[in-house]
């Protein structure tokens, strides 16, 4: 995948909307999306498989601040893929223009799979920043079948959010036969409950209500929090919302 290097392109997937956060623990959340174009997982049950399939969409960085501001009323915004950890400096520079054009009132979420390591520069934007660094959210979604290739990314992001006191959790996709993997990284990383998110494996809305029950079941065996995919319950497959 080539992501642009000269600074006045990014690659979209789609064009930013406004929605609810449909996962995780700020469900429901009215939030603004940025789906960057690109991913190096590219998983089989991915939902949005057109952020990696197809044709990007180019936007000039200078004019992507105010499309974003033009969508309506909204507080958090979602950086979301693909993988979003391919845009860093994009991601630095947005979250940089808004809190000084809008005095600092917005939220941030950053959906990644953890596959890329955090770059030095983009973690230090948010030390010494107090406020900056509780106003953004890490949604850490660990692929369990591309572990062997990614854990060592993995494992340096969650050392480096912990050290610095960056908020994030872990949301993971119910691959029912890869329990023993979430598992796995739940010990090693000694996550605790309340920042372990489940949600079942679905690309469509048939299937969520197919395997809702069985993911139920297990975050209650585990007491970890479950997830519904909200967004997929209500608009089934589509695009955009």
């Known amino acids: 995948m080539d992501i642009p290097k000269n600074n006045t392109e990014i690659l979209l997937a789609e064009p930013p909307f406004l929605s609810i956060q449909?996962?995780?623990?700020?469900?429901?959340?009215?939030?603004?999306?940025?789906?960057f174009f690109g991913c190096?997982?590219?998983?089989?049950?991915?939902?949005t498989e057109y952020s990696f399939k197809g044709t990007p969409l180019k936007v000039d960085k200078n004019l992507i601040i105010d499309d974003m501001l033009s969508k309506g009323k909204f507080k958090n915004i979602v950086f979301t893929g693909g993988e979003p950890l391919l845009y860093q400096d994009v991601m630095d520079n947005i979250i940089r223009s808004l809190d000084s054009q809008m005095q600092s009132v917005f939220t941030y979420e950053i959906e990644t799979s953890g596959s890329l390591r955090l770059n030095g520069d983009f973690l230090l934007?948010?030390?010494?920043?107090?406020?900056?660094?509780d106003r953004v959210l890490f949604n850490?979604?660990?692929?369990?079948?591309?572990?062997?290739?990614?854990?060592?990314?993995?494992?340096?992001?969650?050392?480096?959010?912990?050290?610095?006191?960056?908020?994030?959790?872990?949301?993971?996709?119910?691959e029912v036969k890869n329990r023993d993997i979430i598992e796995?990284?739940?010990?090693?990383f000694k996550i605790p409950a309340d920042l372990i998110y489940v949600m079942p494996e679905c690309k469509t809305r048939e299937?969520?209500?197919?395997?809702?029950?069985?993911?139920?079941?297990?975050?209650?065996?585990?007491?970890?929090?479950?997830?519904?995919?909200?967004?997929?319950?209500?608009?089934?497959?589509?695009?955009?919302?």
Do not use: M, Q
């Not at 796995?184 to 090693?188: E, H, S």
């Open 40 to 47: 190096p997982v590219k998983c089989s049950f991915c939902d």
């Open 125 to 133: 934007s948010f030390l010494g920043n107090t406020s900056k660094r």
């Open 207 to 241: 299937e969520h209500l197919e395997r809702f029950a069985s993911t139920l079941e297990y975050c209650k065996d585990k007491g970890w929090n479950f997830s519904p995919r909200t967004h997929i319950l209500l608009w089934d497959n589509k695009k955009g919302v």
């Open 140 to 174: 850490i979604s660990p692929k369990v079948f591309s572990l062997t290739e990614n854990i060592e990314a993995l494992e340096y992001n969650v050392t480096k959010l912990k050290f610095f006191n960056i908020p994030f959790i872990f949301k993971f996709v119910d």
């Open 22 to 35: 449909g996962e995780g623990k700020t469900t429901g959340k009215l939030s603004l999306f940025l789906r």
């Open 184 to 188: 796995f990284l739940v010990d090693k």
